[in-house]
């Protein structure tokens, strides 16, 4: 069990541009989350998959976000023609599947976005 | 719509001693669960205790004990016997039962444990 990855770990982009980050689950977790954190908040839900299935996206998800999750493994999320808001932490999470009791979600390191 | 208010954004303790961080809910879910996260300046987010909505008893795991008052909607978390590497932003967070296990986090409250 090697834990949640993501990559890359830091982000400088200019305004307008378009960029992609990774997130490989715990092998076996089937449910993987993405949230936003921005500076002093805690982390917002953006989007679920489960499987490969897109189930749920939050309404903080612009047209400009999309995410993919092909064959239920990794997940990437981009953002096209970025803005100065988009600045922030992008955590990823994967949690077991239903039948524990918790089935905590464990979180990747993330990826912190600079846009200048 | 689940709601999750930490009121203290920055709490203080000395090394060896117990700290409760507050944690106030709303939800109108009847089956939810209540998590605490630990999130060290290096950003990873740690889980630490979760408390299940109809678990009679209060939670423990190690250190930390989760002090649940559901009539108050109230989930603390008491670390006991501080140490230094405790010193980190700690979030206390719910997951409902009509969402597909994504959890609502509070604002975060900023420990630092003092020697």
């Known amino acids: 069990d090697t834990g949640v990855s993501q990559d890359p770990r830091h982000k400088i982009t200019k305004r307008g541009q378009n960029v992609t980050f990774r997130c490989d689950p715990i092998?076996?977790?089937?449910?993987l989350y993405w949230y936003r954190q921005t500076l002093g908040q805690g982390p917002e839900f953006l989007t679920y998959?489960?499987?490969?299935?897109?189930?749920?996206k939050s309404r903080l998800l612009s047209d400009r976000f999309s995410a993919e999750r092909p064959k239920g493994s990794f997940s990437t999320l981009e953002i096209q023609r970025t803005e100065q808001g988009d600045s922030a932490m992008y955590l990823c999470?994967?949690?077991?599947?239903?039948?524990?009791?918790?089935?905590?979600?464990?979180f990747g390191p993330g990826t912190r976005l600079t846009v200048t | 719509a689940q709601k999750i208010t930490q009121t203290q954004p920055g709490m203080f303790v000395q090394e060896k001693e117990a700290v409760t961080l507050d944690c106030t809910y709303d939800?109108?879910?009847?089956?939810?669960?209540l998590f605490w996260y630990k999130q060290p300046s290096s950003g990873e987010m740690i889980f630490l205790i979760y408390q299940g909505s109809y678990d009679e008893q209060n939670a423990t795991e190690g250190r930390y004990s989760l002090n649940f008052q559901k009539a108050r909607k109230s989930a603390n978390l008491v670390i006991s016997a501080s140490q230094l590497g405790d010193s980190a932003m700690y979030f206390c967070?719910?997951?409902?039962?009509?969402?597909?296990?994504?959890?609502?986090f509070g604002q975060g409250t900023i420990l630092t444990v003092h020697p």
């Open positions: 939800t109108s879910d009847q089956s939810y669960g």
């Open positions: 967070a719910m997951r409902g039962s009509t969402s597909y296990g994504k959890l609502t």
């Open positions: 999470a994967s949690s077991s599947p239903p039948g524990r009791v918790t089935y905590e979600q464990y």
């Open positions: 092998s076996e977790h089937n449910r």
């Open positions: 998959f489960q499987n490969e299935a897109q189930l749920e």
